[in-house]
């Protein structure tokens, strides 16, 4: 089913009719960097999608065969496997990945499953290894992957030890993760990111720990879930405590080639549909209240004057967490707005000198209405001081509420994350039920979205 219709150029072009956050950056005392300046204004088109792409087992099904077999995903950040012996696992649908980290202090990856009678090799995470040896018969290897013997190699004549190395993947890393593809052909990592590593620079990943790590199981399809944290538009109803202090209406919404995407969505202004029901005082009171009760923080009068003493506020705290005066050469925006990358088809990290969310949805094991959505926070730490311990990994079940992370993700951040866990599994019971067959987008709002879906179809239908 299509929903074909001729457009006008201004129809095709509309946006908010607020001030956009380009008239926003405008007002900033520090340079802006081009990586902020960049609008990409994309147009992709009217067509509905059809409701298979997301409740259809044989989709899913070819997106096993063509999608996770071909593309570079985010694995484990690199602080997890950082020193000789230490091997993490990271399983997609019915594959599972061994990466280790040699005594030559290389990274390597391969397929976590033994050469002999298939039994899977390691579980989770580990430190100080020594070799890669099956639990089962003792087949053993090195952790660079070569066959190192078995037990009664008398019977085993006619495996040689030149052939049974265990079967590699490409590996690399960007940013302190580290990336998978399974795909030996593949184009490189830095290649593949595309505009991304470059608009990174000013932000670099690697100079954070992980603050927070939560993993929760989702009862909705992995690009349902994917889609909900690639437009902001949804946030006006489902998320009606964030109108105070977040420009829902106009954010900025980018895409650049086939695997990177962008949103941009500015903090302490007020939504500008919201503007007749909020002053300013009430969208500062809004955002240091986030947690609870707000600690009253006077504004000066004049629009806008929110953002500025919250930007002041946040100067002060990611200037010691950095270790750099920030207030030198950073924007405003580079200290609170949340400025959201995709990198397909599900590695979603935030930019800027703040406090960083990263998320990641990929399918429950082999169930394609189910996924696992992970939320990690990222904190910078001074140059030239030690780097701070990872946090422990907490995991919630499909019934257990993210409030049930509180202690670690905050009651606000909870919040949000349980109003958006409320949609999720309605949305796919949704889709199933539908009469319609499709769903319907925004031109401009929920562009990511077409973008994401025009990228995947190249890899279905190569």
Known sequence: MSNKINLTEEEIAARSPAYSYQDLLDQETNEVPEALRSD??????SEDLDIERW???????????????????????????????????????????????????????????????????????????????????????????????????????????????????????????????????CMPLEEY?????????????????????????????????????????????????????????????????????????????????????????????????????????????????????FAELNYEAYSEMNGVDLKSFATEAEVMDSILYLLFPNFAPWAGYHTALTYRHRPNGDDHESCIMDIFLLNPFPEGTERPADAATVRLGANEPFAKAVDVMGEGLANIFDQDGANLPQVQRGMKASGKGTITLANYQEVRIRHFHKTLDKYLNA
């Open 40 to 45: 990409t204004a994309t147009y992709l088109g």
């Open 55 to 185: 409740t259809s087992r044989a989709f899913h099904e070819l997106e096993v065969e063509k999608l996770w077999s071909k593309t570079w995903q985010m694995a484990c950040r690199e602080s997890q496997v950082s020193k000789p012996g230490d091997y993490f696992v990271y399983d997609i649908v019915n594959q599972s990945v061994l990466i280790t980290r040699t005594e030559a202090g290389e990274l390597k990856a391969h397929i976590n499953s033994c050469l002999h009678r298939g039994r899977a090799l390691k579980r989770g995470q580990g430190k100080n290894a020594k070799e890669l040896r099956c639990p089962y018969h003792g087949f053993t290897w090195e952790l660079s992957g070569e066959f190192r013997g078995m037990p009664c190699e008398w019977d085993f004549a006619h495996v040689k030890e030149e052939n049974f190395s265990l079967p590699g993947l490409r590996v690399e890393t960007w940013g302190g993760w580290v990336f998978v593809n399974f795909d030996q052909d």
């Open 193 to 309: 990111m595309g505009i991304l590593p470059e608009h990174f620079q000013r932000w670099p990943a690697e100079r954070r720990y992980v603050a927070m790590h939560v993993e929760k199981v989702i009862n909705c399809n992995w690009k349902a879930a994917v889609e909900a944290f690639i437009e902001s538009y949804h946030a006006i109803h489902t998320h009606p405590q964030l109108m105070p202090y977040q420009g829902i209406d106009n954010s900025q919404y980018d895409v650049w080639g086939d695997n990177v995407s962008r949103t941009i969505t500015t903090y302490a202004t007020i939504n500008p549909s919201h503007e007749d029901q909020y002053s300013e005082q009430d969208s500062l009171d809004s955002m240091l209240g986030v947690e609870g009760e707000p600690e009253k923080d006077n504004v000066v009068e004049g629009r806008f004057s929110a953002r500025h003493r």
